[in-house]
């Protein structure tokens, strides 16, 4: 495992189309975190996972956007009925919480979404 | 809000000069400050990060300097190289761990 994988690299859709990202985290960390990025702009918060429990959300995360980890392993992040602005890079991230320290986290090289 | 403010938004330089990039926060309730580096149609990557309590880290030719009391710190890349182009994100963790937060990046280009 050589870090965090992300599929597919790009997408591209019509506005209002349905569409799903996956994350595969390294494969020891236990949370997981999603970002996205627009152009000329640093990452945003998402949501983030530890294990299979989503435990934080931001308020940009819509109610179209819903995210899993089932298994506390990979994820997927779905935006139902695209928009335009929903175009952007989005990223996953993951470290490992033990004994209450924080490692460093590690992105993923991004879904670029482009909404047409 | 923003809550990690980074500046220049960009920055020019020659070949083997030492740019500087200055990164302040308000909220004490950080103990991680990681800087990335990230190319064109990449995802950011980890460059080198400093924890709260050491006021200086040097990786190769990236030093961090961190100024706890006037909520600063700053990244300098030594001997800078046109490889070294690239746009520069500071960021913030929180306590919890649960959340980084961004700068809004700088673009640096190392001119041959």
């Known amino acids: 495992d050589t870090g965090v994988s992300q599929d597919p690299r790009h997408k591209i859709t019509k506005r209002g189309q349905n569409v799903t990202f996956r994350c595969d985290p390294i494969s020891e960390h236990n949370r997981l975190y999603w970002y996205r990025q627009t152009l000329g702009q640093g990452p945003e918060f998402l949501t983030y996972?530890?294990?299979?429990?989503?435990?934080?959300k931001s308020r940009l995360l819509s109610d179209r956007f819903s995210a899993e980890r089932p298994k506390g392993s990979f994820s997927t992040l779905e935006i139902q009925r695209t928009e335009q602005g929903d175009s952007a890079m989005y990223l996953c991230?993951?470290?490992?919480?033990?004994?209450?320290?924080?490692?460093?986290?590690?992105f993923g090289q991004g879904t670029r979404l482009t909404v047409v | 809000q923003q809550q990690v403010k980074q500046s220049p938004q960009s920055l020019i330089v020659q070949k083997g000069g030492i740019p500087i990039i200055n990164c302040a926060y308000e909220n004490t309730a950080f103990d991680y400050f990681p800087w990335y580096q990230q190319f064109p149609g990449k995802g950011p990557a980890l460059l080198i990060a400093i924890r709260p309590d050491v006021s200086e880290k040097k990786e190769g030719r990236f030093t961090i300097s961190f100024n706890k009391s006037a909520k600063q710190f700053s990244l300098h890349i030594m001997d800078s190289q046109p490889g070294d182009s690239a746009t520069y994100f500071c960021?913030?963790?929180?306590?919890?761990?649960?959340?980084?937060?961004f700068g809004t990046g700088t673009s640096l280009t190392v001119i041959p």
């Open positions: 960021a913030a963790r929180s306590t919890t761990g649960n959340q980084f937060y």
């Open positions: 991230a993951s470290s490992q919480r033990d004994r209450g320290q924080n490692t460093e986290a590690f």
């Open positions: 996972f530890q294990n299979e429990a989503q435990l934080e």
